[in-house]
């Protein structure tokens, strides 16, 4: 499977199911752990192609961190969703996998004039509390730029 299949297939699917299901904790795990785990299938196609800017996996998304705040979020949010909790030393936004959770209701600026929306919603509580569907499709948007920015010109 190419990067390009993995991001098509897997990661745009489970991004889509869960814009379609914003309170489905299932659909949330599967998007932000798909959109974690692409960045490193994409590191070792490029890292195979001798296109890397850097040495491991871990640098690389670091750098799309540093790129994105929204990555990061994903990122970290992927680390505590695997390990449960984080305890090293680096900074993370998300050190906790209880982080990710869906809450009924909630105020959304983007329906202001209706005022609160009561469906329940998956969010990642970091120094914000974000929709974990409105983050998950800022990266998947960065993330399907990323294989013609490696791509031989």
């Known amino acids: 499977m190419t990067p390009e ?15 379609e299901n914003r309170g489905s904790l299932r659909h949330a795990v599967n998007a932000i752990l798909s959109l974690d785990a ?10 195979l192609k001798g296109r890397a800017q850097c040495r491991e996996d871990i640098e690389f998304r670091e ?15 992927a680390f505590a969703l695997k390990h449960g909790e984080l305890i090293g030393k680096l900074p993370r ?6 982080q990710v959770a869906a809450h009924d209701g909630g105020f959304d600026p983007s329906a202001f ?16 509390r974000q929709p974990a569907d409105a983050v998950a ?7 399907q730029k990323l ?7």
């Open 113 to 128: 004039n209706s005022g609160f929306d009561t469906e329940k919603v998956v969010w990642i509580d970091a120094d914000e």
């Open 137 to 143: 499709l800022a990266v998947l948007v960065l993330l």
């Open 93 to 98: 936004l998300v050190r906790a996998a209880k």
């Open 38 to 47: 692409f960045a490193g299938i994409l590191f070792a196609d490029v890292q």
């Open 5 to 19: 299949d993995f991001l098509d297939q897997v990661v745009t699917t489970n991004v889509v199911k869960l814009g």
């Open 63 to 77: 750098m799309l961190a540093v790129e994105s705040p929204e990555f990061r979020l994903v990122r970290d949010a």
């Open 147 to 153: 294989p013609a920015r490696y791509a031989r010109t």
